[in-house]
């Protein structure tokens, strides 16, 4: 990564920068309070079933890909998009049909994709080869794999997973599939693993001579991710009712947007998921706004685009540490 | 970073190797692309045994254009690649200048001329902003790029309103077809514009100031900071680089294809990352054009011959995947966190 | 604690105490490179033990097998006589009970000092030590060696460079080592911070604790070791006790020579006769808000030392007239044509300005470009033949230089970093000779490199004085200071504090200034 030279004389405001370090996903949160009221004024039927549903494969996508992006060193795992597909995949074309489409299949999937998540850890510590590339390659793997084992969608029919598209009694199902990575997350504050993922993230050589061992917490923020994968796949399965290896790369641009929208900081160290749950909700919400007040869709993709840009330069020059002359 | 420089630093790669003869194979390894060469060989071998037709002239004739095309699309990722950047918008660039050559000449009534132009004007704006946004804030280019490729498609598709109409121009079909000949001579004319660009990539990189600052940038880019290199042009110029190639490979591509979608630049994101990590150049260099256009005859020849035994675009995409997998895993290790300490 | 005191109470040295640690016939490669040959070393509970040796000499990768960073190819290592010792990798050292303070300082910025200090002792699923243990340890820990200790949960980034490397000496000693390495852990500390340190190295030597120290400092070996073991080429030679030792025997052991430090400045020309014009003028400069602005006149041939203690300024003042900028003031060249500002970099290099930045492997090395490259890279297109470089007028360039500074080097086409320290700081002081400077402003140049590439450079500065060029020099040295200098500016708290000249550059007076003490006035005249 390119370091200019410091140059002094650019101390502004500190207490506001450490304030933002502290709280780095609050521009998000402001934008997504702004939008979601913007959203309900202009929509007179706002079907919060629907559209958290609608919402939960994006945000899950975001969330799964925060904890790789936390380790460091590039840890942007590209695969979490074409893993959730795989997921979904597995699902409704593998276990449903061999008998296992009931309530086993989900830590069958749960555990799949954690190990998906830690192979691509496991290539990255073992072969000590950038993430993106490691990723990369994975994410030609997975998809091709999609391709191939469902070349055309499979439609799923009666089955308890589309509860999580529906609602489950009066609560909407997407609340489920959307607060249970939050909920890992949480619990995982329990033990030090967490604290020890950012501090490898801030700097792994520090953490490698304290003693931690690295490989491991990095393997591990991986399969991490590979495990909010799989919750993705079931909120994708419950969306659309069926396996479709086209949306393999559907979420790739945007989980990575809304991570950095989030605050999370792309090169390691700090952020969380729930500043990337906020992030995927401004995406989410501005893209409902779109579609509301209908504007072309295919100016989409340019709304992505930009939004991604200004919330990396938003959020790096709020966030970033100050200068060290040495 | 240690102020202390010990005489023992290790190098950076493979200090595990016993025996001399294998440290000297790698030694000459890392210095040139040995196994890439003998890869490519093998591969070709392997296919001109099974397949029948596949040593003919014609079939050649034509790995060389595919060949051509995934090189020149990789020019820009080479030179991002040795300078520590990265190019996602390689795809987009190329659909938005292969959908301005056919679309928008039609709709807007202009010449090829102007709209080429145009394009890649455009193109060299958005890709030097996005080397000033990586350098001034410090993000990764994978994500600036990927933003920007998004944004250039997104721009060119609205223009477009996503109606795929009109064609590239004869002259650009004949210009980029196998078959053609170049001055009578049997050799395609695209594959003598990848030579010269070969050859003028090499000596960019390794023979100009400006090539040596780009290296310098990778190497070390506080040093060269420090060094009075301005790192901030450096990226700025070699991401609209990029760009510009990508519009101009995208131009290629329309005169290639015949017709254009949204997914025409797809492949060529993907083969231009292959083809310059399979070469052998690593993030932040050392490396070299030389490799990539190793990297691209062997990915080429290699699609050929699977396609030839029955492989699906799926198959390729996967082979992709384990393909890069292995060439990182030979050469493009980092340091040990060991070493780091 | 003052240093007075503590050389003032030499610690006993306990011979008859149990040997902790034993290395036998260790040996390590790096690919070519042999950085131990054959190398013993033995350390006793309660000792203070220093490490010394040249750069290259193998100190570092002894401590690095020590700590389970790397793993030897050959030899022993016994832990109280056992030989089965497990030391794979840092955490396993560390149960072994030894704890390293490497020579870089290693925190993580983005978090708390609270996390930082207890780094490591947990496992990833389950706490070793009680959130409220923590604090409270953690806290007594900072007290004892920080003056002003920072709050637990203000995020290292936000601390100074010697807090940082306190945050990093703090989490070895919460560990409870038996065996403490410090590896040139003090480099970063400020003197007041170090003498704590020194206290409490010397509280655990009474409490059974046997402490590896590595320094350069000849000052830090008197204060406080009792035993020194020398490396030389990745050999140990030598095993000296309080009492055996002198400068001169540890240059001449560490050398494999007779040749001492003697001051280079013997045999150049004085001052007086060398002195020229003035060259480069800060005009009231200011390093930092509310602080008082002073003026510098520098003069052609002058070699002026830039001291105090670390993080007082002198660092900001050396690159502002690099150009990096400042609070206030400006930084003005004069050169035959007259007066130019220097408001960047870019300028100070077209007046003729050059920088040796200070951490040589981050600032100044392209690791894997060759020698010739690295040389050549500001001075580029001088290598120009129509257009295109010229791989021979590179290297006839180099070449001049090689002879010149003494370059001890096999072929300008290998990586610099085949090369030792002393050799790649002069390939990168060379760099910046090339560009034809008038004004060259080095930063610590000498950190870190053997005593004879040292002595070179010591000569290569005080003949281009000599020969007219202005030299600005910051080091942390004050040997360097008292034998190099035409005068020395002291810094504290971002100020101008004292101009020393020749009369009274003594350790003594440099001493008192950096600690703001007004002392005598005697040959001292206030800047500008």
């Given at each position: 990564m390119a370091i200019a030279v410091p140059v002094r004389g650019a101390h502004s405001s500190p207490n506001v920068r450490k304030l933002l370090r502290t709280y780095s996903f609050g521009f998000a949160l402001v934008l997504a309070l702004a939008l979601l009221i913007a959203n309900l004024l202009t929509q007179s039927s706002f079907g919060w079933t629907e559209q958290l549903a609608t919402f939960a494969p994006l945000a899950i996508g975001a969330m799964a890909s925060t904890p790789s992006i936390i380790s460091g060193r590039g840890g942007f795992d590209l695969t979490i998009s074409p893993l959730m597909t795989f997921i979904s995949i597995l699902f409704v074309s593998w276990l449903v049909p061999a008998g296992l489409g009931g309530y086993v299949a989900i830590p069958i999937l749960l555990a799949i994709g954690a190990a998906c998540g830690a192979i691509n850890g496991l290539i990255i510590v073992g072969l000590r080869v950038p993430p993106m590339?490691?990723?990369?390659?994975?994410?030609?793997?997975?998809?091709?794999?999609?391709?191939?084992?469902?070349?055309?969608?499979?439609?799923?029919?009666?089955?308890?997973i589309s509860d999580f598209g529906g609602s489950v009694g009066p609560i909407p199902g997407a609340l489920f599939t959307i607060l249970l990575p939050l909920a890992i997350w949480g619990l995982l504050g329990l033990v030090p693993y967490k604290r020890i993922l950012y501090a490898v993230g801030?700097?792994?050589?520090?953490?490698?001579?304290?003693?931690?061992?690295?490989?491991?917490?990095?393997?591990?923020?991986?399969?991490l991710g590979g495990l909010f994968a799989a919750i993705g796949g079931f909120a994708i399965t419950a969306l659309v009712s069926s396996a479709d290896a086209g949306t393999a790369s559907s979420y790739t641009l945007v989980a990575v947007a809304a991570v950095a929208l989030g605050g999370t900081s792309l090169a390691g160290g700090r952020g969380g998921v729930l500043g990337s749950l906020i992030g995927a909700a401004c995406i989410y919400l501005l893209q409902s706004l779109l579609n509301a007040v209908q504007i072309n869709s295919t100016w989409l993709q340019v709304m992505y685009g930009v939004m991604l840009l200004i919330a990396v330069v938003f959020g790096a020059a709020l966030t970033r540490a100050q200068k060290e002359a040495r | 970073m240690s102020t202390v420089q010990q005489?023992?630093?290790?190098?950076?790669?493979?200090?595990?190797?016993?025996?001399?003869?294998?440290q000297t194979a790698l030694g000459l390894q890392r210095r040139y692309p040995i196994m890439q060469a003998v890869a490519l060989v093998a591969v070709f071998v392997y296919g001109a045994a099974t397949l029948d037709g596949l040593a003919s002239a014609s079939s050649i004739r034509s790995i060389l254009v595919l060949a051509s095309l995934a090189g020149l699309a990789a020019c820009g990722q080479t030179m991002l690649i040795l300078m520590g950047g990265f190019d996602m918008s390689v795809s987009g660039f190329i659909v938005g200048g292969a959908l301005v050559v056919t679309s928008l000449t039609g709709k807007y009534n202009i010449s090829f001329g102007v709209a080429l132009v145009g394009a890649i004007v455009a193109a060299g704006l958005m890709g030097a902003m996005a080397g000033q946004i990586c350098h001034r804030f410090e993000i990764q280019p994978l994500i600036v790029t990927l933003a920007t490729g998004a944004i250039a498609v997104g721009v060119v598709q609205v223009q477009t309103g996503g109606t795929l109409a009109g064609s590239s121009p004869a002259w650009l079909s004949r210009l980029t077809s196998p078959a053609a000949k170049t001055f009578g001579v049997g050799v395609p004319p695209l594959v003598v514009l990848w030579v010269v660009v070969t050859i003028a990539m090499s000596v960019f990189l390794h023979r100009t100031v400006g090539g040596r600052r780009l290296m310098a940038t990778g190497a070390n880019s506080r040093a060269a900071e420090f060094s009075l290199v301005r790192t901030r042009r450096v990226w700025t110029l070699a991401f609209a680089f990029s760009a510009v190639v990508a519009v101009l490979v995208g131009v290629l591509l329309a005169g290639f294809a015949g017709s254009v979608d949204a997914t025409l630049g797809n492949p060529y994101l993907f083969q231009s990352v292959a083809a310059v990590i399979v070469g052998g150049t690593v993030f932040g260099g050392p490396g070299d054009?030389?490799?990539?256009?190793?990297?691209?005859?062997?990915?080429?020849?290699?699609?050929?011959?699977?396609?030839?035994?029955?492989?699906?675009?799926?198959?390729?995409?996967?082979?992709?995947?384990?393909?890069?997998?292995?060439?990182?895993?030979?050469?493009?290790?980092?340091?040990?966190?060991r070493d780091r300490v | 604690m003052s240093a007075a005191d503590l050389t003032a109470a030499p610690m006993a040295a306990p011979p008859r105490e149990p040997v902790l640690l034993s290395v036998t016939a260790m040996a390590k490669a790096f690919g070519p490179t042999q950085a131990l040959r054959d190398c013993s070393f033995e350390l006793r509970a309660g000792e203070v033990h220093a490490l010394v040796g040249e750069n290259g000499s193998g100190k570092s990768t002894l401590v690095k097998i020590l700590s389970g960073v790397h793993?030897?190819?050959?030899?022993?290592?016994?832990?109280?006589?056992?030989?089965?010792?497990?030391?794979?990798?840092?955490?396993?050292?560390?149960?072994?009970?030894?704890?390293?303070?490497?020579?870089?300082?290693l925190v993580a910025e983005a978090r708390s000092v609270l996390d930082n200090v207890w780094l490591g002792v947990d496992s990833l699923l389950r706490a070793r030590v009680s959130k409220a243990d923590k604090r409270e340890r953690a806290t007594a820990a900072l007290a004892e060696l920080l003056d002003r200790p920072p709050s637990l949960d203000t995020a290292v980034e936000d601390l100074s460079l010697s807090d940082r490397q306190a945050i990093g000496i703090v989490r070895a000693l919460l560990r409870r080592p038996r065996i403490l390495i410090l590896d040139e852990a003090t480099s970063a500390l400020d003197i007041e911070t170090r003498d704590r340190l020194f206290a409490i190295v010397q509280r655990l030597g009474r409490e059974g604790v046997g402490v590896v120290l590595i320094t350069h400092r000849m000052d830090e070996i008197d204060q406080i070791c009792d035993r020194i073991t020398v490396m030389r080429s990745g050999e140990t030679v030598g095993m000296l006790a309080r009492g055996e030792w002198s400068s001169q025997v540890l240059v001449q052991m560490m050398t494999g020579s007779d040749r001492l430090t003697e001051g280079a400045r013997s045999q150049a020309p004085g001052a007086e006769q060398r002195v020229g014009d003035v060259v480069l003028e800060a005009r009231a400069l200011q390093l930092a808000p509310g602080r008082t602005p002073f003026d510098l006149r520098l003069r052609a041939g002058e070699l002026v030392g830039l001291a105090g203690l670390e993080g007082h300024g002198q660092s900001e003042f050396l690159e502002a007239l690099w150009g990096m900028g400042s609070t206030a003031g400006e930084v003005v060249r004069i050169g035959a044509n007259g007066e130019a500002a220097v408001r960047s970099p870019a300028q100070a290099a077209a007046q003729d300005i050059a920088y040796v930045p200070r951490e040589r492997r981050r600032d100044s090395i392209f690791h894997w470009m060759s020698i010739r490259e690295n040389f050549a890279l500001p001075t580029l297109t001088k290598d120009r033949r129509k257009r295109l470089l010229s791989t021979a007028a590179g290297r006839k360039r180099l070449d001049e230089y090689v002879e010149q500074l003494n370059i001890v080097l096999g072929s300008p086409d290998d990586a610099i970093t085949t090369l030792s320290g002393g050799n790649q700081q002069k390939v990168i002081i060379a760099r910046w000779l090339a560009t034809g400077p008038r004004v060259l402003l080095l930063n610590d140049p000498t950190r870190g490199i053997d005593v004879n590439a040292k002595h070179d450079l010591y000569q290569l500065l005080t003949r281009l004085a000599s020969e007219g060029l202005a030299v600005v020099m910051l080091s942390t040295e004050l040997d360097e200071h008292i034998e190099l200098m035409d005068r020395v500016l002291v810094?504290?708290?971002?100020?101008?504090?004292?101009?020393?000249?020749?009369?009274?550059?003594?350790?003594?007076?440099?001493?008192?200034?950096?600690?703001?003490?007004?002392?005598?006035?005697?040959?001292?005249r206030s800047a500008g």
């Open positions: 590339v490691v990723t990369l390659s994975t994410y030609f793997i997975f998809i091709g794999i999609d391709l191939k084992t469902t070349p055309t969608p499979v439609t799923l029919q009666g089955n308890w801030s700097n792994d050589a520090t953490a490698f001579s304290s003693g931690v061992n690295v490989s491991a917490v990095r393997v591990g923020a991986y399969a | 005489a023992a630093k290790p190098p950076v790669a493979s200090t595990r190797a016993p025996g001399g003869a294998l054009y030389a490799r990539t256009v190793l990297g691209a005859l062997f990915l080429t020849t290699l699609t050929t011959v699977l396609i030839g035994h029955g492989a699906s675009a799926a198959d390729q995409q996967i082979l992709y995947g384990a393909i890069i997998l292995i060439a990182v895993a030979v050469y493009g290790r980092d340091r040990a966190l | 793993a030897p190819d050959a030899g022993t290592i016994a832990l109280d006589g056992d030989s089965g010792a497990d030391l794979r990798n840092p955490r396993a050292a560390q149960a072994s009970g030894i704890v390293t303070v490497f020579q870089e300082v810094f504290r708290e971002h100020e101008l504090f004292r101009e020393h000249d020749r009369a009274s550059l003594t350790r003594a007076a440099l001493l008192a200034s950096f600690f703001g003490e007004e002392g005598d006035a005697d040959g001292d």
